[in-house]
């Protein structure tokens, strides 16, 4: 979809505009892409499900790209790694960067402190 709105704006519509793809030689299941969610994914960004918590409740709001910064609302955190040669598997070099699942979650549980302090 995003290769083709490329395609389409680029070569049709004659656009002066840039789209950065990056490919990889390794197979990602994704998910199926939710019916009205093509101008979110065009843009950037999209819903992957909503939340189930009350509204009222802390809850951690996952992005993939710091480029997103400007569409999500509230406290930020950062994690991130470059990947070149620096680990055999992608689970170590995770855990290389500190972007694993356990520190994902320790970040998260951070911040959701750090931003519950500043409220009181």
Same mark, same amino acid.
């Given at each position: ?14 656009? !002066? ?13 994704? *998910?199926? %892409? *939710? ?11 999209? %819903? %992957?499900?909503?939340?189930? %918590?009350?509204? !009222?409740?802390?809850? @951690? ?26 680990? !055999? ?10 972007? !694993? ?13 750090? @931003? ?5």
């Amino acid at each position: 979809m995003i290769l083709q709105d490329g395609m389409r704006r680029m070569l049709e519509a004659q656009e !002066d505009v840039f789209y950065y793809v990056t490919v990889m030689n390794e197979n990602y299941a994704q *998910p199926p %892409l *939710p019916a009205g969610s093509e101008e979110g994914i065009r843009r950037g960004m999209s %819903l %992957l499900r909503a939340s189930a %918590l009350p509204a !009222d409740r802390a809850r @951690v709001q996952l992005a993939g790209s710091a480029t997103i910064r400007a569409w999500v609302p509230g406290h930020y955190v950062t994690l991130g790694t470059d990947g070149y040669g620096r680990s !055999d598997t992608r689970a170590a070099l995770r855990a290389h960067f500190g972007v !694993d699942r356990a520190r994902i979650c320790a970040a998260a549980r951070a911040a959701m402190s750090e @931003v519950a302090s500043t409220e009181k």
